[in-house]
Protein backbone atom coordinates (compact mmCIF):
# COMPACT_ATOMS: atom_id res chain seq x y z
CA UNK A 1 0.00 0.00 0.00
CA UNK A 2 0.92 3.71 0.00
CA UNK A 3 3.65 4.77 2.37
CA UNK A 4 3.35 8.11 3.95
CA UNK A 5 3.70 10.75 1.54
CA UNK A 6 5.52 14.82 2.32
CA UNK A 7 4.61 17.80 -0.24
CA UNK A 8 6.20 20.01 -1.31
CA UNK A 9 9.52 17.59 -1.61
CA UNK A 10 11.51 20.34 -1.93
CA UNK A 11 11.12 24.55 -0.52
CA UNK A 12 12.92 27.34 -0.87
CA UNK A 13 11.49 30.68 1.00
CA UNK A 14 12.81 34.15 1.83
CA UNK A 15 13.62 35.00 5.36
CA UNK A 16 10.45 36.04 7.03
CA UNK A 17 7.85 34.02 4.90
CA UNK A 18 5.14 31.63 6.69
CA UNK A 19 5.36 28.17 5.04
CA UNK A 20 3.42 24.98 5.34
CA UNK A 21 4.45 21.64 5.19
CA UNK A 22 1.74 18.21 4.73
CA UNK A 23 2.06 14.98 5.57
CA UNK A 24 -0.30 12.33 4.68
CA UNK A 25 0.44 9.40 6.97
CA UNK A 26 -0.16 5.53 5.93
CA UNK A 27 -4.18 4.92 6.19
CA UNK A 28 -5.36 4.06 9.66
CA UNK A 29 -2.44 5.16 11.48
CA UNK A 30 -3.40 7.32 14.64
CA UNK A 31 0.37 7.84 15.31
CA UNK A 32 1.45 10.74 13.50
CA UNK A 33 5.33 12.69 14.35
CA UNK A 34 6.91 15.53 13.07
CA UNK A 35 10.87 15.52 13.65
CA UNK A 36 13.36 17.94 11.69
CA UNK A 37 16.63 17.03 10.46
CA UNK A 38 19.66 19.88 9.86
CA UNK A 39 22.54 18.73 8.06
CA UNK A 40 25.16 16.04 9.27
CA UNK A 41 22.76 15.54 12.14
CA UNK A 42 20.35 12.91 12.75
CA UNK A 43 16.82 13.36 13.17
CA UNK A 44 15.17 15.84 16.11
CA UNK A 45 11.50 14.86 17.64
CA UNK A 46 9.55 18.34 17.09
CA UNK A 47 6.15 17.17 17.97
CA UNK A 48 3.65 13.79 18.56
CA UNK A 49 0.19 13.37 17.48
CA UNK A 50 -2.33 10.79 18.70
CA UNK A 51 -5.37 11.39 16.68
CA UNK A 52 -6.18 14.44 16.46
CA UNK A 53 -4.54 16.01 19.53
CA UNK A 54 -0.71 17.47 20.11
CA UNK A 55 -0.27 14.58 22.36
CA UNK A 56 3.53 15.95 23.04
CA UNK A 57 5.10 19.43 21.70
CA UNK A 58 8.11 19.58 23.72
CA UNK A 59 10.13 19.49 20.50
CA UNK A 60 8.92 22.56 18.89
CA UNK A 61 11.62 25.49 19.00
CA UNK A 62 9.63 27.97 19.31
CA UNK A 63 6.34 29.53 19.35
CA UNK A 64 6.93 30.41 15.25
CA UNK A 65 6.51 26.80 14.69
CA UNK A 66 2.89 25.17 14.98
CA UNK A 67 1.60 22.20 13.62
CA UNK A 68 -2.17 20.52 13.30
CA UNK A 69 -4.31 17.50 12.85
CA UNK A 70 -7.58 18.89 12.20
CA UNK A 71 -9.39 15.32 10.98
CA UNK A 72 -6.79 13.16 12.62
CA UNK A 73 -5.33 11.63 9.29
CA UNK A 74 -3.21 14.64 7.22
CA UNK A 75 -1.14 16.90 9.36
CA UNK A 76 -0.18 20.17 8.75
CA UNK A 77 3.53 22.21 9.98
CA UNK A 78 3.36 25.73 10.44
CA UNK A 79 6.32 27.75 10.45
CA UNK A 80 6.16 31.58 10.74
CA UNK A 81 8.89 34.24 9.80
CA UNK A 82 11.37 31.55 8.78
CA UNK A 83 14.65 32.36 9.76
CA UNK A 84 17.49 30.85 7.44
CA UNK A 85 18.12 27.92 10.62
CA UNK A 86 15.45 26.64 9.98
CA UNK A 87 16.38 25.48 6.70
CA UNK A 88 16.65 21.83 7.22
CA UNK A 89 14.61 18.32 6.18
CA UNK A 90 11.33 18.08 7.49
CA UNK A 91 10.49 14.68 8.07
CA UNK A 92 7.16 12.95 9.13
CA UNK A 93 6.05 9.32 10.03
CA UNK A 94 3.27 7.60 11.06
CA UNK A 95 2.43 4.14 13.31
CA UNK A 96 -0.34 2.63 14.06
CA UNK A 97 -2.10 2.01 17.97
CA UNK A 98 -0.56 -1.30 18.39
CA UNK A 99 2.31 -1.59 16.64
CA UNK A 100 5.00 0.73 17.56
CA UNK A 101 7.48 0.89 13.88
CA UNK A 102 7.09 4.26 12.69
CA UNK A 103 6.93 4.63 8.79
CA UNK A 104 9.05 7.96 7.53
CA UNK A 105 7.60 10.03 4.56
CA UNK A 106 10.66 11.24 2.24
CA UNK A 107 11.04 14.36 3.90
CA UNK A 108 10.97 18.30 2.54
CA UNK A 109 13.74 19.97 2.33
CA UNK A 110 13.16 23.66 3.21
CA UNK A 111 15.84 26.03 2.58
CA UNK A 112 15.09 29.80 3.69
CA UNK A 113 17.36 32.56 1.48
CA UNK B 1 19.16 13.74 29.52
CA UNK B 2 18.47 10.71 27.26
CA UNK B 3 21.28 11.02 24.28
CA UNK B 4 22.31 8.47 21.90
CA UNK B 5 26.16 8.85 20.76
CA UNK B 6 27.46 7.05 17.41
CA UNK B 7 31.21 8.25 17.82
CA UNK B 8 32.09 7.37 14.08
CA UNK B 9 30.83 9.85 11.12
CA UNK B 10 32.35 7.49 8.71
CA UNK B 11 33.41 3.67 8.30
CA UNK B 12 34.70 1.97 5.30
CA UNK B 13 35.38 -1.84 5.33
CA UNK B 14 35.85 -4.01 2.40
CA UNK B 15 33.36 -6.37 1.14
CA UNK B 16 33.48 -9.69 3.26
CA UNK B 17 34.79 -8.14 6.42
CA UNK B 18 33.08 -8.09 9.33
CA UNK B 19 31.27 -4.54 10.62
CA UNK B 20 30.19 -3.10 13.58
CA UNK B 21 28.82 0.24 14.15
CA UNK B 22 29.18 1.46 17.31
CA UNK B 23 26.06 3.24 19.70
CA UNK B 24 26.01 4.55 23.10
CA UNK B 25 23.24 5.53 24.89
CA UNK B 26 22.31 7.82 28.34
CA UNK B 27 18.32 6.78 29.60
CA UNK B 28 17.41 6.61 33.27
CA UNK B 29 14.78 3.87 32.36
CA UNK B 30 14.78 0.51 30.72
CA UNK B 31 15.44 1.32 26.86
CA UNK B 32 13.72 0.78 24.03
CA UNK B 33 16.33 0.71 21.03
CA UNK B 34 16.91 0.80 17.38
CA UNK B 35 18.26 0.96 14.43
CA UNK B 36 17.00 2.64 11.45
CA UNK B 37 18.82 2.78 8.08
CA UNK B 38 18.42 5.16 4.65
CA UNK B 39 19.81 3.81 1.94
CA UNK B 40 20.84 6.50 -0.98
CA UNK B 41 17.65 8.25 -2.94
CA UNK B 42 14.96 5.82 0.12
CA UNK B 43 13.38 6.63 3.09
CA UNK B 44 14.58 5.95 6.63
CA UNK B 45 13.55 2.56 7.68
CA UNK B 46 13.44 0.54 10.72
CA UNK B 47 16.41 -1.62 10.36
CA UNK B 48 16.16 -3.98 13.69
CA UNK B 49 15.22 -3.59 17.07
CA UNK B 50 16.18 -4.76 20.69
CA UNK B 51 13.30 -6.13 22.09
CA UNK B 52 12.97 -8.51 18.65
CA UNK B 53 16.31 -10.15 19.10
CA UNK B 54 16.12 -11.20 15.45
CA UNK B 55 18.83 -10.86 12.73
CA UNK B 56 17.88 -8.61 9.27
CA UNK B 57 19.78 -8.53 6.66
CA UNK B 58 22.65 -10.37 8.63
CA UNK B 59 22.86 -7.33 11.60
CA UNK B 60 22.27 -8.64 15.13
CA UNK B 61 22.42 -5.67 17.95
CA UNK B 62 22.77 -7.06 21.47
CA UNK B 63 21.44 -4.42 24.44
CA UNK B 64 24.61 -4.26 26.75
CA UNK B 65 23.40 -2.37 29.65
CA UNK B 66 26.18 -2.46 31.54
CA UNK B 67 28.23 -1.05 28.82
CA UNK B 68 24.84 1.08 28.19
CA UNK B 69 25.81 0.06 24.34
CA UNK B 70 23.39 -1.15 21.12
CA UNK B 71 25.96 -1.59 18.62
CA UNK B 72 25.22 -3.40 14.83
CA UNK B 73 27.24 -5.77 13.56
CA UNK B 74 27.71 -7.89 10.40
CA UNK B 75 30.05 -10.64 10.11
CA UNK B 76 30.36 -10.16 6.41
CA UNK B 77 29.88 -6.79 4.30
CA UNK B 78 28.01 -6.45 1.37
CA UNK B 79 28.42 -3.96 -1.41
CA UNK B 80 24.14 -3.75 -0.46
CA UNK B 81 24.94 -2.79 3.58
CA UNK B 82 26.48 0.91 2.24
CA UNK B 83 23.86 3.05 3.74
CA UNK B 84 23.48 6.08 6.11
CA UNK B 85 22.54 4.20 9.88
CA UNK B 86 20.94 5.56 13.09
CA UNK B 87 20.85 4.34 15.91
CA UNK B 88 17.43 5.54 18.05
CA UNK B 89 16.28 5.49 21.91
CA UNK B 90 12.18 5.67 22.31
CA UNK B 91 11.97 8.14 24.67
CA UNK B 92 8.15 8.18 26.64
CA UNK B 93 5.28 6.99 24.79
CA UNK B 94 6.64 6.85 21.07
CA UNK B 95 8.99 9.91 20.35
CA UNK B 96 12.51 8.52 19.25
CA UNK B 97 15.80 10.16 19.98
CA UNK B 98 18.20 9.66 17.32
CA UNK B 99 22.21 9.85 17.27
CA UNK B 100 23.76 11.40 14.53
CA UNK B 101 24.74 8.54 12.37
CA UNK B 102 27.43 6.88 10.71
CA UNK B 103 27.72 6.65 6.62
CA UNK B 104 28.87 3.17 6.03
CA UNK B 105 30.48 2.53 2.94
CA UNK B 106 31.57 -1.17 1.45
CA UNK B 107 34.52 -1.31 -0.78
CA UNK B 108 34.50 -3.85 -3.69
Given at each position: GAGVSQTPSNKVTEKGKYVELRCDPISGHTALYWYRQSLGQGPEFLIYFQGTGA??????????FFAVRPEGSVSTLKIQR??????AVYLCASSSTRGDEQYFGPGTRLTVT | AQRVTQPEKLLSVFKGAPVELKCNYSYSGSPELFWYVQYSRQRLQL???????ESIKGFTADLNKGETSFHLKKPFAQEEDSAMYYCALKRGAQKLVFGQGTRLTINP
Open positions: ADDSGLPNDRTERGDS | LLRHISR
